[in-house]
Each structure stands twice: as C-alpha cells, then as structure tokens.
C-alpha cells in the first residue's frame, strides 16, 4: 500500500472513533443497555450521537482534504452508506429479530435474518471503515477488497461473540467499556432470537424448548432462571454452535488477507484470536453439565 500522510492517518482514527461512539449512543437507547444511570437519560444519549456523529464528519474532513473531489464525494457516500444501513439493521433487530408469541416462526430463516442483522449493525461499518482507510492509504484493487472482506467477517465474528456473552451471569461477568454486568441476559430479556437461541429452539430437548418458550413470554425472568438458561445452552450444543460460528467466520476474515504485506496480516490473523479463547467462554464453561 502506499504512503498516506500522518495527519490524515490522525483524523481519519478520530473520526472513525468518534462514529463508533454515535453508534454506540444510539444502540444502547434500541436496546435498553448500559445500566440505570443511562436507561434514565435516553434523550442525552440521542443528542450524544448526534453530536459525535456531525464531529465524526468534520474529522473526516481533516482527513481526506488532499485526496481530490471525486474521492471526498466517494467518502461521504461511504459514511453515509454506514449510517443508512446501521439504523436498518437497527430496525431489523427491534422489529423483526424477536419472538413473537403466538405466530408460527420458521427457525432457519430467522438464522439468515440474524446474520443479516449483524452485517448491516456491524458488518457495514467495518466493511466501510476499511475501505477508507485503504483508499487513503493509497491501496491496490486486490489490497482494498481484501482489507474490505477481512473487515466485514470479522465485524460478523465479533457480533456472535458478543451475543455469546449475553448468556454470562453478572457475578461472572467482568464487563467492557460497552457491555456492563447488569446487561446479562438482556438479549433474550427483549426476545431477541441470537444464535444459540435459535439453535436450541430447532435442535434442543422439549425440556430445552420448554424453558426457553417460558423465558421468551415472561417480561420479568428471575436469576435462578437465567441459571437455567445458561446451563442449558452450554450444555445442549447450542453455545458451541455460536462458538463454531465465530470462528468460521474468523477464518473466514484471516483466509481474505491473502494479497496484503506479510507484517500486516500477521497483525489482522492475531485480532481474530478472540473467536477462539475470551473471558465469556471461559466463564460460561463452568455451567456446562
């Protein structure tokens, strides 16, 4: 790839820093996430996102001053494309990635609309993010779409994962700066059909079954119940499922790197270490019975 400029490089990472925090404003208001300190201000949280969102432009701006017309137009097409897909995979995950009592859903499609789901929340963003970053670094055709392909599945990788953790208790949730403790269970809390859920409802017992459908049609789950769950899933399949997952598409994003400098995706193959060992599926091997 060819020399990019380290101011570019500057406002381009706090540009891109300052979007993913408008995304995460946002998210955390569609899914009721980040404690009671922020379930009591939602508003403030709207107005954060759009704050950082405009200041993510203005970086951007900064950014990509001295690489032509033609390419700031196509740059902001692209964060435009990032912003317009988001909040229809936000849509998607709201209305159409629940459990809906009473109506007959079909299982497998439901997998394809989650996938689909976590491409268009994650998977454009980092898909579009990469694309960027290679267009100001100057990148070949080949360079560019790998860099744009390992980005979209490890953005994928990294959703599941995320799900994944959803069924770690709080006690042994140590959290991150985007995912506190109290939001255990907050997935299935909102019907929300992920992975290992999915998996359960077309391959687990009529006992697995029994308890998630009880679970989905409650809209208070009590904690010894979450423990149910959790011990449920780690030990039908179902989180090994998720986890299976997570790495094909790990390998999936390490196989796309093909093209790139051998420095360069030595570097990108290790952030993809996450699909096979973390602190979520450590924590959740001890309910596996």
Known sequence: MGEVQNEEVKHAAVAVEFLLCSMYYTNRVFDEKGGEEILSQTNNQVIASMITRE????AFQYAYRNVGEENISKFNNLLGEVNYKFYIGEFMDINC??????????WQDMISAYYKRSYLIDGVFYEKIALIGALLGRGSEAQISNLCNFSKYYAIMMQIINDISDFVPTNDNLGTETKVPVDAYSDIKHQKLTLPILWALINGSNQDKYLLFSVLEKDKIDIETMLKVTISLTSNGAIYFAKDAARQYARKAKEALGSLPSLKVDLLKNLCFMAYTNRYYKALQKYKK
């Open 55 to 58: 200041l993510s432009s203005k």
């Open 97 to 106: 990635n629940i459990y809906k009592p009473g109506q007959n859903q079909n």
